[in-house]
T-cell receptor, first 109, second 115 residues
Framework: GQNIDQPTEMTATEGAIVQINCTYQTSGFNGLFWYQQHAGEAPTFLSYNVLDGLEEKGRFSSFLSRSKGYSYLLLKELQMKDSASYLCVFTGGGNKLTFGTGTQLKVEL | DAGVIQSPRHEVTEMGQEVTLRCKPISGHDYLFWYRQTMMRGLELLIYFNNNVPIDDSGMPEDRFSAKMPNASFSTLKIQPSEPRDSAVYFC???WGGGRNEKLFFGSGTQLSVL
């Protein structure tokens, strides 16, 4: 079967760094996405990893270890607008994307 | 491009009624996906199309749900008859399938409430 595990919610302080972890189990794997979803809005693309290692994009970085079935999203210099749900998503066979239930991040002053 | 366009934005109906959700994908995109989102289950893939042909409908809950894509610029998701447990946000998304790393673009969603 296919399964994704990520924490339900996290809280962090403005200006700090937060790491959101994701583990997955699947029989077929092509790559891993992270999406951001603000309350009442549609998910939007943040990052994509297909090879092991770290991908950096501004304040956001995403890491993948295929052998461990593990990924994390790192958010630096947190801002209030970063309060949102962060969805770990993997692509298995074909073009099918499987979404996790998301980690609700709350950024506080 | 205007992005993925869904209608209606909100739908309130009574149990037993037929509901039709509509989606216009981004021009040039050859994949279209229908997702349902609830607090308990997150985003669930219902069905997806490639070049207007349904590829995987294993996520469609039951025969009450049906989806069509008569052409490259339009798709519908129909629920008949609707039930209260169908209440959720339904998202349509599209992408260009040229590579595995092509990202999904989501519409704004339809908030469905079945009373």
């Amino acid at each position: 079967g296919q399964n994704i595990d990520q924490p339900t919610e996290m809280t962090a302080t403005e200006g700090a760094i937060v790491q959101i972890n994701c583990t997955y189990q699947t029989s077929g794997f092509n790559g891993l996405f992270w999406y951001q979803q603000h309350a009442g809005e549609a998910p939007t693309f943040l990052s994509y990893n297909v090879l092991d290692g770290l991908e950096e994009k501004g304040r956001f970085s995403s890491f993948l270890s295929r052998s461990k079935g593990y990924s994390y999203l790192l958010l630096k210099e947190l801002q209030m607008k970063d309060s949102a749900s962060y969805l770990c998503v993997f692509t298995g066979g074909g073009n099918k994307l499987t979404f996790g239930t998301g980690t609700q991040l709350k950024v506080e002053l | 491009d205007a992005g993925v366009i869904q209608s209606p934005r909100h739908e309130v109906t009574e149990m037993g009624q037929e509901v039709t959700l509509r989606c216009k994908p981004i021009s040039g995109h050859d994949y279209l996906f229908w997702y349902r989102q609830t607090m308990m289950r997150g985003l669930e893939l219902l069905i997806y199309f490639n070049n207007n042909v349904p590829i995987d409908d294993s996520g469609m809950p039951e025969d009450r749900f049906s989806a069509k894509m008569p052409n490259a610029s339009f798709s519908t998701l129909k629920i008949q008859p609707s039930e209260p447990r169908d209440s959720a946000v339904y998202f349509c998304a599209s992408k260009w399938g040229g590579g595995r790393n092509e990202k999904l673009f989501f519409g704004s969603g339809t908030q469905l409430s079945v009373l």
